[in-house]
């Protein structure tokens, strides 16, 4: 299996998006053998949660970025705390010349 080309990382982090994390994370995650996680639900910025693939096998590098949402619960006792997948990053490896 060869490197993508921009073309097939725009339609991946395009596919992606329409996922939740749950199912964008199970993807990622089988795409290729030989790709690893990188960091998984980093915080590097306030109420958002990073989580990187570096697909070697692909030249590639996927990143999924999560938000916090706090929602209140019918009754009114406590917030319901939940992620919402809001961005997905496809880049090429710096090997990727495609």
Do not use: C
Request: charged share 35%.
């Amino acid at each position: 299996m060869g490197y993508l080309n921009e073309q097939q990382r725009e339609a991946l982090a395009r596919e992606l998006k329409r996922m939740n994390f749950k199912q964008a994370n199970w993807k990622v995650k089988r795409m290729d053998p030989r790709g690893r996680l990188v960091f998984y639900r980093n915080a590097q910025q306030p109420r958002r949660w990073l989580t990187r693939y570096e697909l070697e096998g692909l030249g590639t590098r996927v990143t999924l970025v999560e938000q916090h949402v706090a929602r209140p619960r019918p009754n009114g006792q406590r917030m319901e705390s939940d992620f919402e997948l809001v961005d997905v990053i496809v880049e090429p490896t710096p090997d990727n010349r495609l």
